[in-house]
């Protein structure tokens, strides 16, 4: 069993700022990787950012510069700041994570989501 707890949705003008943290814990002997992806009505789900253990980031080009991702690996945590947000940055976001069991099996597991809403 993981668990994932995720917190820092909300809703915000346009031009501020949320930070949210996804927290792992559960049968999780390494983690490979964590994200964070998001779904707006109507489209599908896609990356905006992810981090590995060794702390290579990947971003999407619409978060590229406005947002930042960080991981807290003795806590198994990341975190996405996200500045300037933009009314087409609402949607769910979701935190993902990429990890392996102490029988070295491969999986990935997704939070429940949090909703961003960014007025105009």
């Known amino acids: 069993q993981v668990q994932l707890v995720e917190s820092g949705g909300g809703l915000v003008q346009a031009g501020g700022s949320l930070r949210l943290s996804c927290a792992a814990s559960g049968s999780i002997f390494s983690i490979n990787a964590m994200g964070w992806y998001r779904q707006a009505p109507g489209k599908q789900r896609e990356l905006v950012a992810a981090?590995?253990?060794?702390?290579?980031?990947n971003y999407a080009d619409s978060a590229k510069g406005r947002f930042t991702i960080s991981r807290d690996n003795a806590k198994n945590t990341v975190y996405l700041q996200m500045n300037s947000l933009k009314p087409e940055d609402t949607a769910v976001y979701y935190c993902?994570?990429?990890?392996?069991?102490?029988?070295?099996?491969?999986?990935?597991?997704w939070g429940q989501g949090t909703q961003v809403t960014v007025s105009s």
């Open positions: 981090i590995t253990s060794g702390g290579s980031t």
């Open positions: 993902n994570v990429d990890y392996l069991t102490g029988w070295g099996h491969r999986y990935d597991y």
